[in-house]
């Protein structure tokens, strides 16, 4: 019997979504480390395959996980894919090698080989200590963005336009920790964005990856950002220009290679400017919710296809264009701390013309702390004959639902359309 083994932790997809692509493929063995996304699912995965836990160490899992012999490895998450690496490499299996998921989700690293490649220019600086503040600044001028070295979905990305400002913002992001001399956080070039409403000044590229080539699988138009960088949805596909869509495909197939990407899906956030499509980042996996919307637009699963491209397929042909546009919009969770209470308007949108079906992230009686991640409240999805009559539908939403949210200051009830203006503050004290 073919065995999968799937290194987990909070991801792009759920685990619903890897036992509804994968365990048709195969036994499936969870590879995990306590944290607190996964340890409340340990029971779970224990029903649907095996566990090997990292807790004593790679050396133990390694051997482990040999035992049971998998044929394929596979991960949705961005903090285990350099994990991953080691364990194909110690089992000779089909994955990133270990530089390359270094490159993959260490942002410094990567921005650097994509200069010396001369696929990118952006200018950056590594930043360990507040006493690296200074020289990061002058390397990279301003505006800039500074985001941690490893990260995901967003978290502590901000825009800094005031060096003083940014100096006190990083020292309160890295606190009391003592870092143990690798870089924490990486300022970079701030990219403008050329005028795009009404969508957002930036795509998505998923690529499907394979010993025979690579093959672009969509370009996905992007919801405008809230204040730092959070994301409010997707439309696919994109509707920019044929030539601009191969203008994009082209520069992301110069960055896989420049990072040495040969197997599985890669998500690429590119940023649409004046000069024309510059990278924001390249990531070794997945994209989140990208799945959901395969799904439905082209009828395949795609984490079956990751899982059949670990297991050896090396060629495959990408399904017609799916017809219309298929949206996802993400109401935004309030970056302060909040508890919810009550959401409203759930029966209307899900009536609404082109709405398929509304999902809550966030359950009422749920507390959550400060955080300038992408935190979605719920997910409404959808599709329409035009990008004109999905944005129409997302705009109803947006009057529709309304959420009641406990704050330290007291209750407030909020439209989705209200949240997306709540002011920011930020570490530091930096307001926008």
């Known amino acids: 019997m073919t065995t999968i083994a799937v290194t ?32 409340p699912l340990i029971p779970l995965l224990q029903d649907l395959g095996e566990v090997v836990r990292l807790d004593r160490g790679f050396d133990e899992a390694a051997d482990l996980l040999a035992v049971l012999a998998p044929d394929a490895i596979v991960s949705y998450s961005d903090a285990m894919l350099p994990v991953t690496a080691r364990l194909a490499e110690r089992l000779g299996l089909p994955y990133h090698s270990v530089r390359t998921a270094s490159l ?6 990567q921005r650097q080989r994509l200069r010396e490649t001369g696929v990118e ?11 690296d503040w200074a020289a990061a600044v002058a390397a990279v001028g301003l505006p800039a963005v500074l985001k941690p070295v490893h990260g995901q979905g967003s978290r502590d990305a901000h825009l800094v336009t005031d060096a003083d400002a940014g100096r006190a913002l990083f020292t309160a992001l890295i606190g009391s920790a003592q870092p143990a001399g690798a870089p924490v956080f990486v300022l970079e070039e701030y990219l403008v964005g050329r005028p795009s409403e009404p969508f ?10 394979t010993p025979s080539g690579r093959v672009p699988l969509a370009v996905s138009g992007k919801l405008p950002q809230l204040t730092p960088f959070r994301e409010t949805g997707q439309v696919w596909p994109s509707p920019l220009p044929k030539e601009e869509i191969q203008q994009i495909e082209d520069l992301v197939d110069r960055a896989l290679d420049a990072l040495g990407v040969t197997t599985g899906i890669t998500h690429t956030e590119v940023k649409l400017t004046a000069d024309g499509p510059r990278i924001v980042e390249v990531n070794g996996r997945l994209g989140g919710r990208i799945n959901e919307m395969c799904r439905r637009a082209l009828g395949f699963d795609c984490v079956e296809l990751s899982g059949r491209l670990a297991l050896g397929l090396t060629a495959w042909t990408p399904p017609p264009p799916p017809r219309g546009f298929h949206f996802q919009y993400i109401p935004p969770a309030p970056v302060e701390e909040f508890t919810l209470e009550e959401v409203h308007g759930i029966d209307a949108v899900r009536a609404l013309p082109g709405v398929v079906a ?55 009830t909020l439209t989705a359309a209200e949240l997306e203006h709540l002011p920011v503050t930020v570490p530091g004290g930096e307001a926008r």
């Open 200 to 209: 957002g000044d930036y795509v998505s590229v998923e690529t499907v990856c």
């Open 8 to 39: 987990y932790d909070y991801g792009s997809v759920n685990v619903a979504e890897i036992a509804m692509g994968l365990g048709h493929l195969g036994d499936l063995v969870f590879v995990g480390e306590d944290s607190p996304h996964t340890t």
């Open 121 to 131: 220019d952006v200018r950056s600086a590594a930043l360990t200590t507040p006493g």
């Open 104 to 109: 993959l989700t260490d942002k410094s690293r």
């Open 358 to 412: 509304y999902r809550p992230t966030v359950e009422p009686g749920e507390h959550w702390p400060t955080s300038v991640m992408t935190r979605p409240l719920d997910t409404v999805t959808g599709a329409g004959g035009s990008f004109e009559e999905v944005f129409a539908t997302m705009e109803r939403a947006r009057r529709l639902l309304s959420y009641t949210f406990t704050f330290a200051g007291g209750t407030r």
